[in-house]
């Protein structure tokens, strides 16, 4: 949805029921964002991908727009402290990193995820996850994220930024999905 509470955009999650169940936040999947009209405007498909060496362990996300025109990647890499993401275009080239929450800090909270700059000087926008109270929390299979940048942001980076939100959901301890 806008800031005027319209829907803009859809998603659907078409990953294997069963997978969801067993494997939960650490499933491979692919979701397809739909238009008001619904033609399908941008996929993102997840992959684990792991390493031996416990500092190359990280999650990567492909993300199209059009379907089938790569625009770039969102990983994951580990950090003990702060989950941290880095952006890179369709030639696999850096190009933002996200910063989230220090991790100790972040239980029955709102948790903003930074998108920053490559020297992680300034801050372009940030993708939060709005904290719902505990028996909401507890009640609704559901997170409410929202992203916020800046109105002249390319819109390659707001696709980027888009599926980013589903790999922070993924990977967030309030997420249920």
């Known amino acids: 949805m806008n800031n005027q509470g319209q829907r803009i955009y859809f998603a659907e999650d078409r990953s294997n029921c ?13 979701i397809t964002i739909y238009d008001n009209i619904g033609r399908d405007v941008i996929t993102v498909h997840k992959a684990l991908r792991c390493s031996c060496c416990w500092r190359n362990c ?7 727009a059009p379907p089938g025109e790569k625009i770039g990647y969102v990983y994951q890499y580990f950090h003990p402290l702060w989950p941290m993401f880095k952006i890179k275009n369709a030639n696999k080239e850096d ?7 220090c991790v100790v ?9 930074n998108l920053l700059s490559l020297d992680e000087e300034i801050v372009i926008g940030k993708i939060s996850n709005t904290w719902a109270g505990f028996i909401r929390e507890l009640s609704i299979n559901a ?27 993924s990977h967030c301890k309030g997420c249920k999905n």
């Open 58 to 64: 990280y999650l990567q996300k492909v993300i199209e």
């Open 143 to 169: 997170d409410k994220f929202g992203i916020q940048f800046p109105l002249d942001l390319d819109v390659k980076i707001k696709a980027l930024m888009l599926g980013a939100s589903f790999l922070i959901c």
């Open 105 to 113: 800090s972040s239980c029955l909270t709102d948790l903003n995820f």
């Open 18 to 30: 069963f997978l969801r169940y067993l494997c939960g936040p650490s499933r491979s999947f692919t």
């Open 95 to 101: 190009i933002m990193k996200i910063r989230g929450p």
